[in-house]
């Protein structure tokens, strides 16, 4: 599993003009999942965004968690987070996870956050999205999993 992940004071997603997804403070999370991920993947990287301290505390370092500032998650699935581009000028989307793995494993990582307590949000698997975001900081960071966070 891979995820850009960005800080945010606030963030939602459409799709067809509508508003399916929405948050306050916290992250938004665009999840892109690989043919070899597993469900202890989407617990781990879950575990690791709700736990991450990358929220300043009252002397402005960055000491806090999303759970520690009570904030929200808003999840979009983003197979092309996936994609290499290291050849060619064509992104290649091999290593991203077949549609039907990949929207187990985007639901299974959506209930490992609700189950670490925070509000969770999220966009419409396989859909056309307008993600919209007020990055705070700006604050990005690439978690992928295949280098062991």
Do not use: H
Not at 3 to 23: D, K, N
Not at 52 to 81: H, I, P
């Amino acid at each position: 599993m891979r995820a850009v992940i960005q800080r945010v004071s606030r963030a939602s997603v459409e799709v067809e003009g509508e508003v399916v997804g929405a948050i306050g403070r916290g992250w938004l999370v665009l999840l892109g999942v690989g043919r070899d991920d597993a469900p202890e993947d989407a617990a781990r990287l879950a575990e690791k965004i709700v736990n991450l301290r990358a929220f300043e505390d009252d002397a402005g370092k960055m000491n806090r968690s999303v759970a520690d500032v009570d904030g929200a998650v808003l999840v979009v699935s983003q197979f092309t987070v996936m994609a290499d581009c290291r050849g060619g000028r064509r992104p290649s989307f091999t290593d991203a996870a077949p549609p039907e793995l990949a929207e187990a494993l985007y639901e299974e990582f959506v209930r490992r956050v609700a189950a670490l307590g925070r509000p969770v949000a999220t966009g419409r698997f396989r859909a056309e999205m307008a993600v919209s975001l007020v990055n705070d900081g700006p604050v990005t960071f690439l978690l992928d999993g295949r280098r062991r966070f």
